[in-house]
């Protein structure tokens, strides 16, 4: 979740030395600091659980609006030709 260099480790480490030198005050202000970085990246964590992933298209794909290529090949044909492609693998043909 976090870097061990990250922000939240060295308010940890701050949070410690002040606390080592009797200085509670400085401590409690790193601790709290450590607290909203915990909190952002929870919810950072929250979010990017509940998207969604993006649809996809299930129909064929019309690769020309008029119904044809510009050489005159059929769209259904063309589809038919790269379900054939995919199948075998070379999906890009040169």
Same mark, same amino acid.
């Given at each position: 979740?976090?870097?061990?260099?990250?922000?939240?480790?060295?308010?940890?480490? &701050?949070?410690?030395?002040?606390?080592?030198?009797?200085?509670?005050?400085?401590?409690?202000?790193? =601790?709290?600091?450590?607290?909203? =970085? !915990?909190?952002?990246?929870?919810? &950072?964590?929250?979010?990017?659980?509940?998207?969604?992933? %993006?649809?996809?298209?299930?129909?064929?794909?019309? !690769?020309d %609006?008029?119904?044809?290529? %510009?050489?005159?090949? %059929?769209?259904s044909? =063309? &589809?038919?030709n790269?379900?054939?492609?995919?199948?075998?693998?070379?999906?890009?043909?040169?």
């Open positions: 979740m976090f870097r061990k260099n990250g922000d939240h480790y060295r308010s940890i480490d &701050n949070a410690r030395k002040a606390v080592r030198a009797g200085d509670t005050a400085e401590a409690e202000r790193w =601790l709290r600091i450590a607290d909203r =970085l !915990l909190a952002i990246q929870e919810r &950072n964590d929250r979010l990017r659980k509940s998207r969604k992933p %993006p649809e996809t298209c299930t129909g064929p794909v019309l !690769l %609006p008029n119904g044809c290529s %510009p050489g005159g090949t %059929p769209n044909v =063309l &589809n038919q790269r379900l054939a492609r995919a199948k075998i693998g070379t999906r890009n043909p040169v």
